[in-house]
């Protein structure tokens, strides 16, 4: 099983940037798709952000152009940076990991982390 660690939330002001980070004790990360949710209060869950075995990064619409998602195999570390925050990303944030496709056959997301709060005041 996958332990995922959050970091990096906080309160900051509209227009205001954050960096979350992920930490992971996967013994083979280079092998696990990465990504990110969001839940605020009286929400539903989210996807924000991915970024695959591979590379390759994925967005939800309203995130795109202000939010990178990046990720560092050296460090078993998944990062995402947040510009131009706005009230409306104010959520719990979840890091999630799940094998890639070709190992698992599944899309499903099976480890996540405990969340870490981003708070964006207007």
């Known amino acids: 099983q996958v332990q995922l660690v959050e970091s990096g939330g906080g309160l900051v002001q509209a227009g205001g940037s954050l960096r979350l980070s992920c930490a992971a004790s996967a013994r083979t990360f280079s092998n696990y798709d990465m990504g990110w949710f969001r839940q605020a209060p009286g929400k539903e869950r989210e996807f924000v952000s991915a970024?695959?075995?591979?590379?390759?990064?994925t967005y939800v619409d309203s995130v795109k152009g202000r939010f990178t998602i990046d990720r560092d195999n050296a460090k078993n570390t998944v990062y995402l940076q947040m510009n131009s925050l706005k009230p409306e990303d104010t959520a719990v944030y979840y890091c999630?990991?799940?094998?890639?496709?070709?190992?698992?056959?599944?899309?499903?997301?099976?480890?996540w982390g405990q969340g870490t709060q981003v708070t964006v005041s207007s």
């Open positions: 970024i695959l075995w591979s590379g390759t990064s």
């Open positions: 999630a990991a799940r094998l890639r496709w070709i190992i698992s056959r599944s899309y499903e997301y099976s480890y």
